[in-house]
């Protein structure tokens, strides 16, 4: 869509202010990289490595400061190249040639585009690029024109909310990716894939190293999401939930070793580690799913090479790939009233387009073939699952069952 139709010469400068604050998040959050190594790349940081399988890498060499000593221990303020290049996507390597086309500074964040009133810290006259604090008030400034132009197109889905945590700061950017490379963003296919490829791209960014910071970030963040995992589990198993598919018996053997070993304590460090590390407590939520992943990577359908191509603890399933005849299913009630709603869902869609009610008889001549086979399909899958599910349980299959 276009936002629009004319540029006038006086909003310039503020636009590139705001592309140049897009360019920082987008490179910030899906990078892995600390704030002051984002804003210390230069031009011409980003290169594309092309692999005899027909794959693309994308590289980025920077500066890293963290640690980086001289031979008598001193903190060297400009830091140093870091050895190993980034691996980062290509949505990131975008973000660097727009950035480059920007201005023709070296640094890609340059002071001449973002500090034009404040004189240079103290800080950052020693490390040359700006202080990540100066980019608050421009991140809250890019969320208010953002807002200000998708309410003046109509564009009500893509209002940014208001963050009940504060401010917006590029340092809470490396938290967030990794909480959200555990908790997929069901539904939202094109970004499920893209968190698929944050993931591998991080663990190939940091698995080499001694200091792999962003991977303790990533090892804690699907602590936490798999202790959730099974907390929901044990609460659903006690509500009296009934659990279908053929891996019912492993989900309720993680949620009774969970509640056993972890429930209602404080994990320790150790704990956290056995608990991420335990392959018989490896399940996996989307909140859009209409199952549940107890991954054992030697079953997984969705990717055959699980097993020897990660590191354990970098194991995800691969939920764009999920395959409905792997071993590695289990589906409670939950899922059940979430297949039923979606079930509505499609009724109401194809009434609104067809005028009719039953979709799957559906012989409106104005609705596009592929359109109607999909939304048989779609239907067809969901009453497949519920009557599976209700059959294991021992309940008859209905539409209107509790
Ligand atoms: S195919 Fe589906 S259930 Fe099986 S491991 Fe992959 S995501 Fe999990």
Not at 363 to 367: A, C, G, K, Q
């Given at each position: 869509m276009r936002w629009a139709n004319a540029i006038d010469f006086t909003e310039a400068q503020s636009l590139a202010g705001h592309l140049m604050t897009a360019a920082l998040l987008a490179i910030g959050y899906l990078s892995g990289m600390r704030p002051e190594e984002v804003l210390h790349l230069e031009r011409g940081c980003s290169s594309q490595e092309e692999r005899e399988d027909g794959t693309v890498r994308y590289r980025v060499t920077g500066r890293h400061f963290k640690g980086v000593t001289d031979e008598d221990g001193n903190t060297l303020p400009q830091g140093e190249i870091r050895p190993e290049p980034w691996t980062v996507i290509e949505l990131v390597d975008r973000a660097v040639k727009v950035l480059e086309q920007l201005h023709d500074d070296r640094l890609l964040f340059p002071r001449s585009l973002t500090v034009r009133t404040l004189e240079p810290s103290p800080a950052e006259i020693r490390a040359e690029g700006l202080n990540p604090n100066r980019f608050i008030a421009r991140i809250k400034s890019f969320i208010d024109w953002a807002n200000t132009t998708a309410t003046r197109l109509g564009r009500h889905h893509e209002l940014i909310p208001a963050d009940p945590h504060g401010p917006i700061t590029v340092r809470r950017l490396r938290r967030t990716v990794a909480w959200f490379i555990y908790r997929r963003p069901g539904g939202h296919i094109a970004l499920g894939l893209q968190y698929g490829h944050v993931g591998s791209s991080l663990a190939e960014s940091y698995g080499g190293r001694t200091k792999a910071d962003m991977l303790e970030i990533l090892d804690f963040e699907k602590t936490l999401a798999l202790a959730d995992a099974l907390a929901e589990a044990s609460d659903r198993l006690s509500a009296g939930e009934a659990v279908s598919g053929p891996a019912a018996d492993r989900y309720i053997a993680a949620a009774e070793e969970f509640t056993a070993r972890y429930a209602g304590g404080f994990a320790t460090k150790g704990q956290m580690k056995a608990l991420r590390n335990n392959p018989r407590l490896q399940i996996f939520e989307d909140p859009q799913a209409l199952l549940t992943c107890n991954l054992d990577p030697y079953k997984a359908l969705c990717d055959p090479a699980l097993a020897k191509d990660t590191r354990p603890s970098m194991r995800t399933p691969n939920w764009n790939r999920c395959n409905p005849a792997c071993a590695n299913i289990s589906r409670t009630d939950t899922h059940m009233h979430r297949a039923r709603e979606q079930l509505a869902q499609i009724d109401t869609d194809c009434t609104d387009c067809t005028d009719c009610t039953d979709c799957t008889d559906c012989?409106?001549?104005?609705?596009p073939h592929p359109i109607r086979r999909r939304l048989e399909l779609c239907r067809a899958s969901r009453e497949k699952i519920i009557q599976a599910h209700e059959a294991a349980a021992g309940r008859t299959a209905s539409k209107d069952s509790p």
């Open positions: 012989t409106d001549p104005h609705l």
